[in-house]
């Protein structure tokens, strides 16, 4: 499941019409209406404000607006195209600025789903994961083998280079087994707590 920790804005034009999707994180239910009034702060002169959001682990919160727009034409399909992103905990709301020239009912399915589809494509993604840590000392010399070991395995929450270098480490993967052959280098390793982290997430390649 992917979540989003910024707001995110991305405008399309159809038709003469101006479609500006807006993804808005969210903590707790509240926010929902919380971030619909401030869309309409964002954009004051707006013809519609429709949305849809996720909440949960589970989707167990689903939401959606047509905003004055025919019925399921608006919130239904941005919705939807939430759901294939498998995303939770954010609202999308799309502006609408009507152009003069009817869309119809299809044609208003496609613009909204369009414009949630690319303000979803530009916004950066994390993952949340439970991951084991540790505290790391070692001297100067060790530090080029600890990147490279690192590298792409780890999340590095803290560098520290005084008269010691101290790596907080988050491990991806429960096995820390890639320390065994340098441990021995090691001024000192401590466990940190288990912690739920933040992870930008990447497109898994096969």
Same mark, same amino acid.
């Given at each position: 499941m992917k979540y989003i920790k910024d707001i995110q804005t991305h405008q399309i034009i159809i038709d003469k019409s101006i479609f500006i999707g807006i993804l808005f994180p969210l903590y707790e239910i509240d926010d929902i209406k919380k971030n619909i009034a401030k869309a309409k702060e964002m954009f004051p002169k707006a013809?519609?404000?429709?949305?849809?959001?996720?909440? %949960?682990?589970? #989707?167990?919160?689903?939401?959606?607006?047509?905003d004055g727009e025919p019925s399921r034409t608006a919130g239904i399909p941005i919705l939807e195209?939430?759901?294939h992103h498998d995303v939770t905990n954010l609202?999308?709301?799309?502006?609408?600025?009507?152009? %003069?020239?009817? #869309?119809?009912a299809g044609g208003l399915i496609r613009a909204y789903s369009k414009a949630t589809s690319e303000v979803l494509n530009i916004q950066k993604f994390y993952e949340k994961k439970e991951m084991k840590g540790f505290e790391i000392v070692f001297d100067y010399p060790l530090i080029q083998t600890m990147d490279q070991l690192i590298e792409s395995i780890t999340y590095v929450k803290e560098k520290m280079f005084l008269e010691h270098v101290t790596y907080q480490l988050y491990f991806k993967e429960k096995n820390v087994s890639i320390f065994d052959d340098i441990k021995h280098q090691f001024i000192s390793i401590h466990p940190l707590d288990e912690k739920t982290l933040w992870i930008p997430y990447t497109t898994k390649k096969e």
């Open positions: 013809s519609h404000y429709c949305s849809a959001s996720l909440f %949960g682990e589970g #989707l167990e919160h689903a939401t959606s607006s047509d195209v939430l759901r609202l999308c709301v799309v502006v609408r600025f009507y152009g %003069g020239t009817k #869309l119809g």
